[in-house]
């Protein structure tokens, strides 16, 4: 996903908005199981980036067998 946003805001409101911006993203994506990576540049020049990697997936547990040796006694 590409989102791109024009507007007519002054660069240091810009600056100031960008950052309210990287934090909703985040605060919205950080509810989905999803990785992302959100990076702002505003037209002064200031980068903003956040990134959270794919969660590790949970370890299965594998049950447990028994044989016919630990059954005998």
Do not use: C, H
Not at 34 to 43: G, L, N, P, Q
């Amino acid at each position: 996903m590409d989102i791109r946003l024009v507007s007519s805001l002054t660069n240091d409101d810009e600056d100031r908005f960008a950052s309210l911006v990287l934090n909703t993203m985040s605060e919205l994506l950080g509810r989905t199981a999803a990785a992302y990576t959100v990076r702002i540049v505003t037209t002064a020049g200031k980068v903003l980036q956040q990134s959270r990697p794919q969660p590790a997936a949970k370890p299965v547990a594998l049950r447990s067998s028994r044989t016919a040796m630990d059954t005998r006694r």
